[in-house]
């Protein structure tokens, strides 16, 4: 729920609302909860920030992008739209440098063809040229720089790098991934001080200063609490150290996604002479027209994308990549050859698991239900931002108006019973070694926390002899 410290204790310097009568394993556990809280709030919360900063600007990059790029994206509605082939030739006119890597066809009426050129000078290797093509004349509107299986434009590329890695690289991944690793765990227990100081909470309307600061914390984050669990669930899954767990569970659950196959034997068609390219045109032998046609006749409908063979002895691979809903992900692969359809993949013959990771990572992402899922996202990132703020508020109210608040005092977690404390540190030491991003930093606090409290208590006893 929150993100920043959390202070439902009862140390406020103003009269605070008498501490809650749980019972059972409850009791003890609180001030261990809120500790955790606190200070995970503390030290996680700058993180928490820039995540929700920048995911706030990459949810609205998607209505900025259709905005600055219109003159590439859009054209003026025609008549008939040229063969396919005819609009790549016109892409590789313009464009003759690298190879053509893929192409989307107009997918509406009012839209441009995409042309994606790979191994051009001046882009980045991950990236590609993406030249747009007007299908009712070929006229070449613009060519932009484009990454990504949703084919995100220049700016919303940089904010989507900016949100996952700082612009730093496999090693700026870390603050994305430690920060989601975090979020669920704050989430967690500020849900958990929440539910047992509710009656409490419910007196703070009308009132000021921390208190109504606290009510306000606590209301917001209970409310968007299921969307931080969300967002740190699926943001782990493409994580660097995280993901690659989840990635082996699923596949040991039998639930990675499947690929096409996109072989063909050239004896089976007398050589493979029909097949070799064209100067990286994309065109292999029976050319991209044929191949586009063999695709929508197994209902392959718009958006999709052809990808040439990578080689003599591949096939073309044509794909739905529509990812908003209802989702179309169906995928042919087409002999160049022949023309004749070699294999086909439906989304509905996914596992249930991919197809949950697949609208997980969409949701996320913000194309899963275009504008509404947008604006969904805008308002979980707005809410965090809220919650820091209100956090760090709280801790600043709890001191005397010149200095933040007094921290948690330590020692919460001696109060636990042993048949919670153990059966906790054994879910928590499972869950550090799947998520190292959370059992590294919550090791660390342990032992600096441990080694404070000793040193404060031989000075303690050196002072009372």
């Known amino acids: ?54 995911g706030f600007l990459y949810a609205g990059a998607f209505q900025a992008e259709k905005l600055v790029y219109a003159h590439e994206m859009t054209v003026p ?47 980045d290797e991950t990236h590609t040229l993406a030249v747009f093509v007007d299908p009712y ?30 612009h730093l690289g496999e090693n700026g991944r870390l603050y994305s991934e430690f920060a989601a690793s975090w979020l669920w765990v704050i989430a967690a227990g500020g849900v958990a001080l929440w539910f047992s100081r509710r009656r409490d909470l419910r007196k703070v309307r009308g009132t000021s200063g921390r208190r109504r600061t606290l009510g306000l914390h606590g209301t917001v984050g209970v409310w968007a609490a299921a969307g931080f669990f969300f967002l740190s669930a699926t943001g782990l899954t493409w994580s660097q150290y995280a993901g690659a767990s989840i990635d082996e569970l699923r596949t040991s659950l039998g639930g990675s996604t499947p690929s096409i196959s996109a072989a063909v034997t050239a004896g089976e068609h007398g050589g493979h002479d029909a097949a070799s390219g064209t100067g990286g045109n994309g065109e292999h032998g029976v050319g991209l027209d044929k191949v586009l046609a063999a695709a929508r006749a197994e209902g392959l409908g718009d958006p999709v994308e052809i990808v040439p063979p990578a080689d003599a002895e591949s096939a073309y691979v044509v794909r739905q990549v529509q990812r908003s809903w209802p989702t179309k992900q169906d995928s042919v692969a087409v002999d160049p050859a022949t023309g004749e359809v070699t294999d086909v993949l439906r989304f ?24 509404v899922n947008q604006i969904a996202l805008m308002l979980l990132a707005l809410a965090l931002i809220l919650l820091i703020v209100w956090g760090y508020r709280m801790w600043w109210q709890r001191g005397r108006g010149n200095a933040f608040g007094r921290p948690i005092p330590r020692g919460a977690w001696a109060q636990v019973p042993p048949y919670v404390l153990v059966p906790l540190m054994a879910v928590i030491a499972v869950l550090g070694y799947f998520v190292p991003l959370l059992g590294i930093p919550l090791a660390a606090f342990l032992v600096v926390d441990v080694v404070l409290g000793e040193i404060a208590h031989r000075r303690g006893r050196r002072t009372s002899a």
């Open 77 to 123: 509605v025609g008549e008939t739209k040229l063969p396919i082939s005819e609009q790549v030739a016109a892409a590789r006119k313009a464009h003759p440098e690298g190879a053509v890597a893929s192409v989307r066809p107009s997918p509406a009426d009012d839209a441009t063809t995409r042309v994606m050129l790979s191994g051009v000078k001046g882009v």
């Open 137 to 166: 004349t070929g006229k070449v509107r613009g060519a932009l720089e484009q990454y990504g299986s949703t084919g995100a434009l220049p700016l919303r590329t940089w904010i989507d790098e900016f949100h996952r890695d700082l």
């Open 1 to 54: 729920m929150s993100t920043a410290p959390s202070t439902t204790t009862d140390e406020a310097p103003q009269p605070a609302a008498p501490a809650p009568t749980s019972r059972g394993p409850w009791a003890p556990l609180r001030p261990l909860v809120l500790r955790l809280h606190f200070y995970a709030g503390v030290l996680v919360a700058p993180f928490l920030l820039v995540a929700a900063v920048t």
């Open 348 to 371: 509905e013959d996914y596992p249930v698991l991919a197809k949950l990771t697949r609208w997980g990572i969409d949701l996320h992402t913000g194309v899963l239900f275009g504008l």
